[in-house]
């Protein structure tokens, strides 16, 4: 079965260095979706793809957070510089585009493992 | 923005033991999917259920859209079932973003 890949699994960085991570959704799934989720709480969506643009990005902290994916299939995630609040799981999903009475609608998303950050 | 509840936060059960865990939002919904997050933080997809009743294996799910609640149900729970249960909902021009709940936090013992 297809699955969701993301590297690395665990990053540890201090204060203001850069990171970056990287997702390869499952072939075929146009949307991609990039979540953060802290410490016991559900996970909250950070920026959305449908293939190559961006269709909302409304929670991203553009000061520091950026997210490309130039060819419409895998991702990058960066920030810079980190902050220590970033520390947090960083999940990434991908779906399927349908379409039902002419409106397009996201189907099941699927999520990849997962990268741990711990920022000191 | 929608809100979405689950209950009851925290569950301990014996290792055979059946379990309702239940799922609240304020808003009608379009989507409504089910997860397992397990111990390593993996989000493992249960069920995708906006509406109607789903079946695999030892779990099943129920929507009631219309009444906005849905339920899982665990049969002879095992430990591997341990970890976090969340529900998430999609509506249509809120920008089809998954909006989760709360989470259910299931411990099973021997």
Redo the contacts between chains.
């Keep these: 079965e297809a699955e969701v890949a993301q590297s690395p699994r665990y990053k540890i960085t201090e204060k203001s260095q850069a990171v970056a991570f990287w997702c390869d959704p499952i072939s075929g799934h146009a949307t991609l ?1 990039w979540y953060r ?1 802290i410490l016991g ?5 950070l920026v ?1 793809f449908q293939d190559e643009s961006v ?2 990005d ?1 929670q991203l902290p553009k000061d520091r957070f950026s997210a490309e994916r130039l060819k419409g299939v895998d991702s990058t995630l960066k920030i810079q510089p980190a902050e220590l609040g970033d520390s947090a ?1 960083y ?1 990434c ?1 991908s779906s399927k585009t349908g379409t039902s009475g002419g ?1 397009r ?7 990849g ?2 990268t ?1 950050l711990l920022v000191l | 923005g929608i809100q979405v509840e689950q209950s009851p936060p925290d569950l301990i059960l014996q290792e055979g033991a059946n379990s309702t865990l239940r799922c609240n939002f304020s808003d009608s919904v ?2 409504l ?1 089910w ?1 397992h997050q397990n111990p ?6 249960l069920f ?1 259920i906006p509406s109607g009743t789903k079946q695999n294996g030892r779990l099943s799910a129920t929507t009631v859209a219309t009444e906005r609640y849905s339920l899982l149900y665990i049969s002879s729970s095992q430990t591997t079932d341990s970890g976090v249960y ?1 529900c ?1 909902v ?1 509506k ?1 021009g809120g ?4 909006t ?4 259910t936090q299931l411990k099973v013992e021997l």
């Design positions: 979706y989720q709480q559900g996970p909250e969506l959305q269709v909302d409304s799981m999940l999903a409106r609608y996201q189907e099941t998303q699927y999520f493992p997962g741990r | 379009n989507n999917q997860f390593w933080g993996q989000l493992i997809n995708y969340f998430a999609i249509w920008g089809n973003k998954l989760f709940g709360t989470g």
